[in-house]
T-cell receptor, first 114, second 112 residues
């Protein structure tokens, strides 16, 4: 079992829907991440929050909107997604700052856009 | 553009053999290196971290780092079919440690 919990595990949505992905960690980590992963490709960084503040946005389209309500929670709000957004969405967490902090991944949410 | 390179494989080894996975990186100043294992359809799982030149052993896994040559390796001794997975090498950005550069991953097949 991973210590980073993501819900839901699977999500199917239409292009006009609004949905949210949720991530929770209780390891006391102060950095949290959203990644997108397509089949047979490495994870692709989307957003990084450090101490609840957005520190990296990798030029992600505005139809993806991250939110970090507190140090343990991370959300990704989805709206008007495209079929090419179908992928595995991974949340990760780590200690913030300093060299050598590994990232720990949740099980992911498999998203399908109809 | 930072680069982390791995052979995509597949690397096929018989059960009980040593599997050797390699990763090269472009940024000479990199200080920390991570190996993740990812089973098909699952999320990446951290299996090794290494920070200093030389070898680091953890059970059947050994990570080897050579900063002068800018490569990091993962050796899996007594390979088991359950080791069949994709192995990802990750190297943090020098100026933003939260940003990882991942290699494309090496697919390992361990044949019974």
């Amino acid at each position: 079992d991973t210590e980073v919990t993501q819900t839901p595990k699977h999500l199917v949505m239409g292009m006009t829907n609004k949905k949210s992905l949720k991530c929770e960690q209780h390891m006391g980590h102060r950095a949290m991440y959203w990644y997108k992963q397509k089949a047979k490709k490495p994870p692709e960084l989307m957003f990084v929050y450090s101490y609840e503040k957005l520190s990296i946005n990798e030029s992600v389209p505005s139809r993806f909107s991250p939110e970090c309500p507190n140090s343990s929670l991370l959300n990704l709000h989805l709206h008007a997604l495209q079929p090419e957004d179908s992928a595995l969405y991974l949340c990760a967490s780590s200690q913030a700052g300093g060299v050598g902090q590994p990232q720990h991944f949740g099980d992911g949410t498999r998203l399908s856009i109809l | 553009q930072k680069e982390v390179e791995q052979n995509s494989g597949p690397l096929s080894v018989p059960e009980g053999a040593i599997a050797s996975l390699n990763c090269t990186y472009s940024d000479r100043g990199s200080q920390s290196f991570f190996w993740y294992r990812q089973y098909s359809g699952k999320s990446p799982e951290l299996i090794m971290s290494i920070y200093s030149n030389g070898d680091k052993e953890d059970g059947r896994f050994t990570a080897q780092l050579n900063k002068a040559s800018q490569y990091v390796s993962l050796l899996i001794r007594d390979s088991q079919p359950s080791d069949s997975a994709t192995y990802l090498c990750a190297v943090p950005d020098l100026y933003n440690f939260n940003k990882f550069y991942f290699g494309s991953g090496t697919k390992l097949n361990v044949k019974p």
